[in-house]
């Protein structure tokens, strides 16, 4: 009653108050003594006024940060009365300030400093993290009440949580169950725009991409890293997303999801494959957040899904990074990438590596694609079956990995795509940056996958030679390029040989055998490597003539390795040149003379030593040392062989092959001789049922031309 006469009474101030007189020094203001209505019992009313409008509004003043923490603890959790409910608060607080001050550098300078552990503390079981958004972000937007707003969201979380039995330490921003109605009703009834959608499908839900990419990345699920990400991000940016300094940094995510005994790097991970995947994520620098708008990853998924639809597009580009990996070709002397058939492979001696494209990917099943090419690649090239079998090793890419790595080339297109189309898109230069990024990080996740899928390296090989052909796959690891990595593990499984021992060429003699008769020539042995798969697979020839020379020289090489011939003559049957227990120079890149055995060589030798040097052979000393005074029988002079002539017909499959081999063995020798004068002509001819088009008549009679053909035609029937 006294409170309405009051107001009867104060009414009339208010009304004397509303009408301001002026001072001396003209401010507007009312005093008490101006007020005439009522005289005492106006003043009286005016103090009664002043009371109730100071309770008023001292009941309205909102709360602190730090008394929020003191706030929601009481309302929503029972007081900790006990020694060992204290201990373990105060541990758990301690467990968080340790690993902050231990990794500082991922997260904010604040949290290593002593006053955060005494806010852990006042603020547990709740993360001061949270307290710090919803205080300094949620209480920014116009119909978020700093208390009431903060107690209804916390409780929805708190009897979410409770009701899953969550076991966690403390309640993080990354630990707020989004996905639950009744959280997410908190959290968007604030908010203007419809986060509903973007909630769903990039934050947390059944069906979300957070969810989605835990469960393909075992290392991330394990910690439900995508999500926890997801969720920290969302709680740090929703509020700010017209603001001037939008989002969040990528530390103070971190502070929101990581706890003891978790590595940063692991949230790090998961930050990288959101921002790349993720349609309503954005990101700035270190800054992250969630819009209603798309950003131009949903344009890239887009171009990305209809990529499949052109798979052409997508060999071309893993063939071109093949190409530009292959460039270090290890030991190998050639690699041929990507071969359509056996004739895009040549038939040589050296080692090479084969790899074959993503049409052919290897499984363990018994009949892979990519056993069946290279197994067609080995038999033939072409319509002619291939001769030098042991030259070839075939590297395959992964089938279950090849999905993987599909997709991240088809998300590298989309992105350069876009960069590509930036003015015609209308980009904003913010979306620029965006897409540059994400254009990198594609580029990054190929370079990574490639080696990832191009792991198994298919060897042919036999046991015996009457064994039949058997395919070894060898798992490759590391990042390496892929032609150093093959080789490599070729070279430690000894199936890839840079370096041949005497000895070991002398075992490869003998278990065969590879002698023909008592020798075999040298050019035979280089054949026999590159062609039968039960030998060592040799790097090139040259390692040949080196395990040729270190077994010449050797001491012990009647029991070890080998004598060496430069020839043999048939009708003195002698072996001419013949040395062993000596270093000898052997000619580089040729492949002249022969291995003798050693019994047959140590018996030849053995009847030269008996003759005295300087006597012709077969002549014999006089019993006292001295030469019998005797003429020479003369010997009918031969007459000297001063021309040469051959033909040979060569394969057409093979002409620089056989071309080179006649050059080396046959020319090479005529053109030494002092004083030879030595013509070399090429004859082709072609008989052409069908006849030849027209574009072939202008092709050779032109390239003919060009090389300086004395003579050409196309004849006519």
Known sequence: QALTESARVARNCMVVISLPASDTSGSPHARADDIEV????GREALDRLRNVVGRMESSWRPASAEEGFEIVRRRLFEPILDKENFIARDGTARAFYELYRAQHQEFPPECREADYERRMRAAYPIHPEIFDRLYGDWSTLAKFQRTRGVLRLMAAVIHSLWQKGDRNPLILPANIPIDDPRVQFELTRYLQDNWVPVIEKDVDGPSSL?????????????YAAC?????AIYMGSAPTGTAAHRGIEDRRIKLGCVMPGESPAIFGDALRRLASAATYLYQDG???????QPTVTKLAEDRAEQLKRNPDAVARELDRRLRADLKSSGDFARVHPVPHSGQDVPDDLDARLVVLGIDHPYSKEPDSAATTFAKSVLESRGNTPRLYQNTLVFLAVDRTRLQDLDEAVRRYLAWDSIIAEKETLDLSPFQVRQAE???TSADETVRARIPEAYQWLLVPGQPTPQSPVAWQALQLRGHDPLAVRAS???RSEELLITNLGATRLRLELDRIPLWRGDHVPVRQLVEDFARYLYLPRLKDPSVLPEAIRSGIALLTWEQDSFAYAESYDEEARRYRGLRAGQAVSLPDGSFAGMLVRPPVARQQLDEETKK????????KPEPDGKKEDKKDPQVPKTPKRKRFYG???LDPNRVGRDAGRIAEEVISHLTALVGSQVTVTLEIEARIPEGAPDNVVRTVTENCRTLKFSSQEFEKE
Request: glycine fraction near 16%; charged fraction near 35%; charge should be positive.
């Open 488 to 490: 490599r593990r070729l």
């Open 38 to 41: 009522g005289g005492q019992r």
């Open 210 to 222: 957070p969810l989605r990419l835990d469960g393909e990345v075992p290392g991330l699920g394990r």
């Open 286 to 292: 270190a800054r992250y957040w969630y819009s209603t």
């Open 612 to 619: 005295h040097p300087g006597e012709v052979t077969g002549a």
């Open 437 to 439: 990024a994400q254009r």
């Open 227 to 231: 999500r926890r990400v997801a969720r």
């Open 647 to 649: 033909r040979v017909e």
